[in-house]
Nanobody, 120 residues
Framework: VQLQASGGGLVQPGGSLRLSCAVS????????MGWHRQAPGKQRERVAT???????DYADSVKGRFTISRDDAKNTVYLLMNSLRPEDTAVYYC???????????????WGQGTQVTVSS
């Protein structure tokens, strides 16, 4: 099972990017999916998560600017990032939990991430 993130790049402050992440090789229903980021010299932090029913939760630093969504038919999660700031610069990673049993969830291993650089 793999996570393949894409859509990163270089953008000016105030700009927008849309990240995508597809889960391939899984034969299980996916529960919570999410996005995380890691800036140089810092720990990885949660950006946003979305439950299977569509309920989303955001880090305070991105509320009102980022929107997470998912397409369960495609096993794909998206992150629309607006009003980007230099402090949003980081490698962005996606996450997904497989429902393997009534009370057994298994996290898909991290993928390679996608670089987002916000700079003028």
């Amino acid at each position: 099972v793999q996570l393949q993130a894409s859509g990163g790049g270089l953008v000016q402050p105030g700009g927008s990017l849309r990240l995508s992440c597809a889960v391939s090789g899984s034969r299980f229903i996916l529960a919570t999916m999410g996005w995380h980021r890691q800036a140089p010299g810092k720990q990885r932090e949660r950006v946003a998560t979305i439950a299977r029913g569509g309920i989303a939760d955001y880090a305070d630093s991105v509320k009102g600017r980022f929107t997470i969504s998912r397409d369960d038919a495609k096993n794909t999660v998206y992150l629309l990032m607006n009003s980007l700031r230099p402090e949003d610069t980081a490698v962005y990673y996606c996450s997904a939990d497989e429902i393997r049993g009534p009370t057994y969830y298994s996290s898909v291993p991290w993928g390679q991430g996608t670089q987002v650089t916000v700079s003028s």
